[in-house]
C-alpha cells in the first residue's frame, strides 16, 4: 500500500478565519480563536493520521506589514510556512476588498499546490460565491478552489480531500499517534492568553504574554503556576482589576478549559509582571520564542 504524508500551511489575512478552519480539520481545540486579529503568534503543527495518509497542519499568524519587532518576527513564521509547505491552503474571507496583494506575491513564489478557500459563505449569496471563484481563477488559477463556512462546517469536507488526494507519497513524518508537537504547557499557556483577548480591551492583549512556570502532574490533580507578562504598571492594575476580580475571571475561565483538556482537576495560580516595552526587545523576543 502507497503511503502519502505531506505538510499543509494555512495562511490568509487575520481575521480570515484560519484558527476556527483548522480546528475542524484537525478535530481537535488546538489553536485559539477569538474575533480579534493577531492571536495565532505562533507556528502550531496538528497532525492527522488516516490508515495510508499523514496531515502536517500548520496555522500562521496573518499575513501583515509588520510595524513593531514582534509582528516581524512573526512574518517569518510566514514565510518558514511557505517554504516548508507541500500544500498551502489560502483562507479569504469573503467579504474582504480585494486587497490581497501581499498574500498574492507570496502565492505566486511558491511550489506548493494551492488551495483556495472562500470563507464564511455563510455572510454571503450564491451570486458572490461564483464570482469570488471567477475572481480568484483568473487572478492565481490555484488547483482548487472552496467556498466554505468553517464555523458552521459546511463544505469543510471538500476542504479535507482535497488535501488527502493532492498530498505526496511519502511515509509518515511523525509517529502515528502523536496529535501535536506542541506541549500541554503551551495549550495551557494559550488557554490564559485567549481569556485575556476576550476580556479586555484595546492594547492589553497585544502587550501580554503568558509563560507557564511550573507544571506539576500529581494523582488527582495538575497544579500549574503562570506569569502574565505586561508592558506597563497600568496594564497591570488594570488586568489585576478591583480587588483582584478581573484576574479571578481571567483564572476561573482558563481553569474550566483547562481541566476539559486535560481531563483532571486542575489547581491554577497566576502572578501579573511588568516587563517594560518587552515587545521590542530582542532578548525577551527570544526567551518567549519569537526567534532563534
Ligand atoms: N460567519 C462566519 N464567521 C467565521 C467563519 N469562520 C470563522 N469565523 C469567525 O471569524 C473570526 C476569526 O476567526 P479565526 O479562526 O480566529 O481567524 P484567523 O484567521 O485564525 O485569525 P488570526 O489568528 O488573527 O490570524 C472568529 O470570530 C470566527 O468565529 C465562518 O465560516 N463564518
Known sequence: MTHKAGFVSIIGKPNAG???????????????????????????????????????????????????KLQENMMHFVDDALVDADILVFVTDINERHDEEDVLEKLKKTSAKV????????????????AKIEYWKEKINPEGIIGCSALHQVNTQPVMDFIVNNLPEHPAYYEKDELTDRSERFFVSEMIREKVFKLYKKEIPYSTEVIITSFKEEKNIIKISAEIIVERESQKNIL???????????????????????????????????IPDWRNRDHYLKNFGYRE
Open 18 to 68: 484560519k484558527s476556527t478552519l483548522m480546528n475542524q480539520l484537525v478535530g481537535e481545540k488546538m489553536a485559539i480563536i477569538t474575533p480579534k486579529a493577531q492571536t495565532t503568534r505562533h507556528r502550531i503543527l496538528g497532525i492527522v493520521n488516516g490508515e495510508d495518509y499523514q496531515i502536517v497542519f500548520s496555522d500562521t499568524p496573518g499575513i501583515i506589514k509588520p510595524n513593531y
Open 240 to 274: 489585576i482589576g478591583a480587588g483582584g476580580s478581573m484576574l479571578k475571571k481571567v483564572g476561573t475561565y482558563a481553569r474550566q478549559d483547562m481541566e476539559e483538556f486535560l481531563q483532571k482537576k486542575v489547581f491554577l495560580e497566576m502572578f501579573v509582571k511588568v
Open 115 to 130: 488551495l483556495v478557500v472562500i470563507n464564511k459563505v455563510d455572510q454571503s449569496t450564491n451570486e458572490l460565491i461564483e
